[in-house]
């Protein structure tokens, strides 16, 4: 990838007329999505596989912002991408898991081809493409999930997960990897800004799936594998990612933003 920036003398300004954009040295370059007619300050040009993306910088109006947003908890999950306190629930797109065996089909081609012949590279440019897929479906995933949470609800707690920690665990790894929980917590951190609304991220010690939602009672022992939660208690029962969503919106429990 390579930058450039507009309104020097040594750097012409960056003009485009909604279809095309002209950059120093490059001359006019058409796009593939329309962009609006406005000044231009700088812009970033990659490439990933075998597409040419073009990330540009200019000004627009601050969003309207909702009045009377709600609160909202939400946890993030492998199983469901995440589980809201209000009771909904978005699905993950497990996009790696379902391509999984095309690209190691892919890789295997990629080994077999000799190196430096033009099989080799084809065989290449082909996986490169699958990775991007990959990554890409998660990414629009997660960045129409975050869009939601941060434009909807004035304030959202999410719970403050060691995702290095995580991954250190080898059977959950690819799994924990493919949900893209660190890519989730950076978008809402700085959609939360865009749209003026609060990143409340809880305590990661915070017992969210072993405290009764109802009557308060904490049970100490709740293995992963148990995906329901009963109060011995109360009698409470409840889907165990939607109770802790409950506890974190409710919760009081040492926060940072």
């Not at 917590?185 to 009764?212: G, H």
């Not at 100490?220 to 329901?228: A, G």
């Amino acid at each position: 990838s390579f930058y450039l920036e507009s309104g020097t003398k040594a750097k012409p300004a960056i003009k485009n007329d909604g279809k095309r954009i002209k950059l120093p040295s490059i001359g006019w370059v058409r796009l593939a999505e329309p962009l609006p007619i406005t000044a231009t300050h700088n812009c970033v040009i990659s490439r990933q596989a075998d597409k040419w993306f073009i990330s540009v910088k200019y000004e627009v109006e601050k969003p309207p912002i909702l009045a009377d947003r709600p609160t909202i908890g939400v946890d993030v999950g492998i199983k469901e991408l995440a589980v809201c306190s209000n009771g909904e629930v978005f699905e993950n797109p497990k996009a790696y898991r379902r391509m999984s065996k095309r690209m190691k089909r892919l890789q295997r081609s990629v080994s077999r081809k000799l190196k430096g012949s033009n099989n080799r590279k084809k065989a290449v440019r082909k996986l490169a493409k699958l990775h991007a897929k990959v990554s890409n479906v998660r990414k629009d995933s997660i960045h129409k999930l975050t869009s939601y949470l941060a434009k909807n609800h004035s304030t959202v707690k999410i719970e403050d997960l060691h995702v290095k920690a995580f991954l250190k665990n080898h059977k959950l790894a690819g799994a924990i990897a493919d949900c893209g929980m660190y890519e989730f917590k950076r978008q809402l951190e700085y959609k939360t800004e865009k749209f003026r609304s609060e990143l409340i991220l809880v305590d990661r010690f915070f017992p969210s799936s072993q405290i009764c939602s109802n009557c308060g009672n904490h049970r100490h022992k709740m293995p992963l594998k148990n995906r329901v939660y009963i109060c011995p208690d109360c009698g409470y029962k409840a889907d165990r990612d939607l109770k802790c969503d409950s506890l974190l919106a409710e919760s009081r429990y040492p926060a940072r933003t």
